[in-house]
């Protein structure tokens, strides 16, 4: 069972578009953190939201996180070939001292020029 | 600043082979290490934790260890290789009480 659902899985648009990719769960989640992947590289942060509602903006990246605290969401304006990669959102859980952080499958972006 | 290495980028290895993956991190003291496998450029799996030397704690049953044996370097092992060992492996290391995972390059693993 997956907990944290992505979508889309895969997503190909042309230079200048909009977007939005979802991460999804019907889990309570005490911080979300959204991070992006290149072919052969490690998963670099992006951003981490805790509070329900938050939103956060990285240049043209907009993430926010559900009032909830069960989903969450990554708009990217006007994309450029540069953000092409896969978008993987990780959901933090904590048990007492415990505090698991729980993978999406991730979105695959191409932004094609 | 902190840095995270880990090697090699790349790695074919017979079936039944021995595995030694090493990660080193600087900059900082006393992180939590990880080790994640990653299959077909997807999902994260968890494969072991330490909060501290000689402190290892694995998420799921299988072929690979992993040791601890100073407080930057985390090490993952494997005494005899199976062809579904190969994978894309990640070290990472976070700062306790701060959110966040800051990841290596990763070594692909290849076993034949």
């Known amino acids: 069972t997956q907990l944290l659902e992505q979508s889309p899985q895969f997503l190909s648009i042309q230079e200048g578009e909009n977007l939005t990719v979802y991460c999804n769960s019907s889990?309570?989640?005490?911080?979300l953190q959204w991070y992006r992947q290149e072919p052969g590289e490690g998963p670099v942060l992006l951003v981490t939201?805790?509070?329900g509602g938050e939103v956060k903006k990285l240049k043209r990246l907009t993430f926010q996180f559900g009032d909830a605290r069960k989903d969450s969401s990554l708009h990217i304006t006007a994309a450029q070939p540069g953000d092409t990669g896969l978008y993987l959102c990780?959901?933090?859980?904590?048990?007492?001292?415990?505090?698991?952080?729980?993978w999406g499958l991730g979105t695959s972006l191409a932004v094609n020029p | 600043s902190q840095t995270i290495h880990q090697w090699p980028a790349t790695l074919v290895q017979p079936v039944g082979s021995p595995l030694s993956l090493e990660c080193t991190v600087e900059?900082?003291?006393?992180?939590?290490l990880y080790w994640y496998r990653q299959a077909a450029g997807r999902g994260l799996q968890l494969l072991f934790y330490?909060?501290?030397?000689?402190?290892i704690s694995s998420e799921v049953p299988q072929n690979l260890s992993a040791s601890r044996p100073q407080d930057r370097q985390f090490i993952l092992s494997s005494k005899k290789l199976l062809l579904s060992d190969s994978g894309f492996y990640l070290c990472?290391?976070?700062?306790?009480?701060?959110?966040?995972?800051?990841f290596g390059s990763g070594t692909r693993l290849t076993v034949v």
């Open positions: 990472a290391w976070s700062r306790r009480g701060v959110l966040g995972y800051t």
């Open positions: 939201v805790v509070t």
């Open positions: 330490s909060v501290g030397i000689g402190q």
């Open positions: 889990s309570v989640f005490s911080s």
């Open positions: 900059g900082t003291s006393n992180p939590n």
């Open positions: 990780a959901g933090e859980r904590s048990a007492g001292n415990n505090r698991k952080l729980i």
